[in-house]
Protein backbone atom coordinates (compact mmCIF):
# COMPACT_ATOMS: atom_id res chain seq x y z
CA UNK A 1 0.00 0.00 0.00
CA UNK A 2 1.17 3.25 -1.25
CA UNK A 3 1.58 5.62 1.80
CA UNK A 4 0.25 9.35 1.58
CA UNK A 5 1.27 11.87 3.71
CA UNK A 6 0.17 15.77 2.97
CA UNK A 7 1.83 19.39 3.87
CA UNK A 8 -0.69 22.04 4.43
CA UNK A 9 -3.52 19.98 3.40
CA UNK A 10 -6.25 23.00 3.49
CA UNK A 11 -6.88 25.05 0.71
CA UNK A 12 -5.55 23.94 -2.57
CA UNK A 13 -4.17 20.70 -0.79
CA UNK A 14 -7.61 19.67 -0.92
CA UNK A 15 -5.91 17.71 -4.62
CA UNK A 16 -4.60 14.60 -2.00
CA UNK A 17 -8.29 13.77 -1.48
CA UNK A 18 -7.53 12.57 -5.51
CA UNK A 19 -4.98 10.35 -4.23
CA UNK A 20 -6.17 8.43 -1.75
CA UNK A 21 -7.56 5.59 -2.89
CA UNK A 22 -7.30 2.62 -1.20
CA UNK A 23 -8.92 0.04 -3.15
CA UNK A 24 -6.10 0.80 -6.03
CA UNK A 25 -3.38 0.90 -3.38
CA UNK A 26 -3.02 4.54 -2.12
CA UNK A 27 -3.98 5.72 1.21
CA UNK A 28 -3.54 8.77 2.88
CA UNK A 29 -2.02 8.30 6.48
CA UNK A 30 -0.82 11.54 7.47
CA UNK A 31 -1.39 15.31 7.35
CA UNK A 32 -0.63 18.63 8.42
CA UNK A 33 -1.97 22.24 8.56
CA UNK A 34 -2.10 25.09 11.00
CA UNK A 35 -5.95 25.33 11.14
CA UNK A 36 -8.19 23.75 13.41
CA UNK A 37 -10.83 22.90 10.72
CA UNK A 38 -8.81 21.60 8.39
CA UNK A 39 -7.62 19.20 11.32
CA UNK A 40 -11.46 17.96 12.67
CA UNK A 41 -12.48 17.98 8.10
CA UNK A 42 -9.16 15.51 7.93
CA UNK A 43 -9.85 13.19 10.85
CA UNK A 44 -13.45 13.07 10.50
CA UNK A 45 -12.97 12.17 6.84
CA UNK A 46 -9.85 9.75 7.64
CA UNK A 47 -10.23 7.37 10.55
CA UNK A 48 -7.16 6.61 11.94
CA UNK A 49 -5.04 9.24 10.25
CA UNK A 50 -2.37 10.73 12.40
CA UNK A 51 -2.88 14.62 12.00
CA UNK A 52 -0.11 17.46 12.97
CA UNK A 53 0.21 20.85 13.58
CA UNK A 54 3.77 20.82 12.51
CA UNK A 55 5.38 19.31 9.53
CA UNK A 56 8.52 18.53 11.44
CA UNK A 57 6.89 16.75 12.90
CA UNK A 58 4.76 14.20 10.81
CA UNK A 59 8.24 14.11 8.72
CA UNK A 60 9.47 12.38 11.85
CA UNK A 61 6.38 10.44 12.59
CA UNK A 62 6.90 7.74 9.89
CA UNK A 63 8.40 6.86 6.80
CA UNK A 64 6.05 8.12 3.96
CA UNK A 65 6.52 6.73 0.49
CA UNK A 66 5.25 10.35 -0.89
CA UNK A 67 4.13 13.74 0.28
CA UNK A 68 2.14 16.37 -1.44
CA UNK A 69 3.37 19.89 -0.28
CA UNK A 70 0.69 22.61 -0.74
CA UNK A 71 1.71 25.17 1.06
CA UNK A 72 1.92 28.70 0.28
CA UNK A 73 4.78 29.61 -2.12
CA UNK A 74 7.29 30.35 0.51
CA UNK A 75 7.37 27.61 1.73
CA UNK A 76 7.91 25.38 -0.55
CA UNK A 77 11.39 25.57 -0.76
CA UNK A 78 12.13 24.34 3.20
CA UNK A 79 9.07 21.79 3.57
CA UNK A 80 9.81 20.47 -0.08
CA UNK A 81 13.84 19.69 0.71
CA UNK A 82 13.00 17.97 4.28
CA UNK A 83 10.26 16.15 2.42
CA UNK A 84 13.09 15.17 -0.37
CA UNK A 85 15.51 14.09 2.95
CA UNK A 86 13.28 11.90 3.99
CA UNK A 87 13.54 9.55 1.24
CA UNK A 88 10.02 10.09 -0.61
CA UNK A 89 8.48 11.37 -3.57
CA UNK A 90 7.39 14.45 -3.78
CA UNK A 91 4.52 16.14 -5.32
CA UNK A 92 5.06 19.79 -5.03
CA UNK A 93 2.99 22.96 -5.70
CA UNK A 94 4.01 25.14 -8.32
CA UNK A 95 5.79 27.30 -8.17
CA UNK A 96 8.93 25.01 -6.66
CA UNK A 97 10.32 28.19 -5.06
CA UNK A 98 10.40 31.66 -5.20
CA UNK A 99 14.16 32.21 -6.18
CA UNK A 100 16.11 30.06 -8.41
CA UNK A 101 18.67 29.33 -5.25
CA UNK A 102 15.49 27.61 -4.11
CA UNK A 103 14.88 25.34 -7.32
CA UNK A 104 18.07 24.77 -7.45
CA UNK A 105 18.56 23.44 -4.16
CA UNK A 106 14.79 21.56 -4.68
CA UNK A 107 16.72 19.94 -7.50
CA UNK A 108 19.88 18.93 -5.41
CA UNK A 109 18.16 17.55 -2.84
CA UNK A 110 15.92 15.55 -5.32
CA UNK A 111 19.04 13.98 -7.31
CA UNK A 112 21.05 13.18 -4.29
CA UNK A 113 18.37 11.03 -2.35
CA UNK A 114 16.97 9.60 -6.23
CA UNK A 115 13.39 10.58 -5.61
CA UNK A 116 10.95 11.40 -7.53
CA UNK A 117 9.78 14.93 -7.94
CA UNK A 118 6.95 15.85 -9.33
CA UNK A 119 5.61 19.66 -9.74
CA UNK A 120 2.20 20.75 -9.69
CA UNK A 121 1.52 21.81 -13.25
CA UNK A 122 -1.59 19.18 -13.47
CA UNK A 123 -3.30 21.31 -16.18
CA UNK A 124 -1.15 19.65 -18.98
CA UNK A 125 -3.42 16.39 -17.94
CA UNK A 126 -7.07 17.57 -17.89
CA UNK A 127 -8.74 16.19 -20.42
CA UNK A 128 -9.32 19.68 -22.47
CA UNK A 129 -5.39 19.63 -22.98
CA UNK A 130 -4.88 16.15 -23.73
CA UNK A 131 -7.43 16.33 -26.63
CA UNK A 132 -5.82 19.69 -27.68
CA UNK A 133 -2.41 17.69 -27.98
CA UNK A 134 -3.69 14.84 -29.67
CA UNK A 135 -5.07 17.25 -32.14
CA UNK A 136 -1.82 18.85 -32.62
CA UNK A 137 -0.18 15.61 -32.92
CA UNK A 138 -2.40 14.35 -35.38
CA UNK A 139 -1.63 17.04 -38.09
CA UNK A 140 -5.16 18.05 -38.71
CA UNK A 141 -4.28 21.67 -37.93
CA UNK A 142 -1.06 21.54 -39.73
CA UNK A 143 2.22 22.71 -38.36
CA UNK A 144 1.82 24.80 -35.46
CA UNK A 145 3.41 28.24 -35.46
CA UNK A 146 2.25 30.39 -32.27
CA UNK A 147 -0.01 29.58 -29.24
CA UNK A 148 -1.67 32.54 -27.83
CA UNK A 149 -3.45 31.79 -24.18
CA UNK A 150 -6.11 34.33 -21.83
CA UNK A 151 -6.33 33.19 -18.59
CA UNK A 152 -9.35 34.03 -16.44
CA UNK A 153 -9.29 33.70 -12.56
CA UNK A 154 -13.22 32.94 -12.25
CA UNK A 155 -13.45 33.35 -7.94
CA UNK A 156 -11.86 36.95 -8.65
CA UNK A 157 -8.69 39.15 -7.76
CA UNK A 158 -9.29 39.38 -4.07
CA UNK A 159 -8.23 35.60 -3.97
CA UNK A 160 -4.80 37.24 -4.39
CA UNK A 161 -3.96 40.49 -3.40
CA UNK A 162 -5.35 40.35 0.01
CA UNK A 163 -3.64 37.49 1.57
CA UNK A 164 0.15 36.72 1.04
CA UNK A 165 0.02 36.68 -2.66
CA UNK A 166 -0.14 39.83 -2.42
CA UNK A 167 3.79 40.95 -1.02
CA UNK A 168 6.66 40.23 -2.56
CA UNK A 169 9.02 38.61 -0.14
CA UNK A 170 6.03 35.55 0.42
CA UNK A 171 5.71 35.27 -3.65
CA UNK A 172 6.84 35.67 -7.10
CA UNK A 173 3.86 37.76 -8.61
CA UNK A 174 0.73 36.35 -10.73
CA UNK A 175 2.67 35.26 -13.72
CA UNK A 176 4.00 32.67 -11.74
CA UNK A 177 1.34 32.02 -9.07
CA UNK A 178 -1.25 31.65 -12.40
CA UNK A 179 0.62 31.78 -15.80
CA UNK A 180 3.10 28.99 -14.58
CA UNK A 181 -0.19 26.85 -15.64
CA UNK A 182 -0.33 28.49 -19.01
CA UNK A 183 3.51 28.53 -19.95
CA UNK A 184 3.75 24.87 -18.85
CA UNK A 185 0.55 23.97 -21.05
CA UNK A 186 1.95 25.84 -24.25
CA UNK A 187 5.46 24.03 -23.69
CA UNK A 188 3.57 20.91 -23.62
CA UNK A 189 1.31 21.76 -26.63
CA UNK A 190 4.26 22.66 -28.35
CA UNK A 191 7.11 20.12 -27.54
CA UNK A 192 9.40 23.32 -27.29
CA UNK A 193 10.30 25.51 -24.30
CA UNK A 194 11.05 28.98 -24.18
CA UNK A 195 14.62 30.30 -24.52
CA UNK A 196 13.93 34.35 -25.59
CA UNK A 197 11.07 36.11 -23.17
CA UNK A 198 10.11 39.72 -24.05
CA UNK A 199 8.96 42.14 -21.19
CA UNK A 200 6.23 45.20 -21.72
CA UNK A 201 5.12 48.11 -19.80
CA UNK A 202 6.29 50.49 -16.31
Known amino acids: MLKIASIGAGGRG ?11 GATLVAACDKSKAVADHYTGKYPGLAFFDDYRKLLAHDKYDAVFVTTPDFLHEEMGVAALETGAAVYLEKPM ?5 GCDRLLAAAAKHGNRLFVGHNMRFFPVIEKMKEIILSGRIGNVQAIWCRHFVDYGGDAYFKDWHSERRFATGLLLQKGAHD ?5 HLAGAHTVRTVGMGK
Open 97 to 101: AITLA
Open 183 to 187: IDVIH
Open 14 to 24: GIVHLAHNPAE
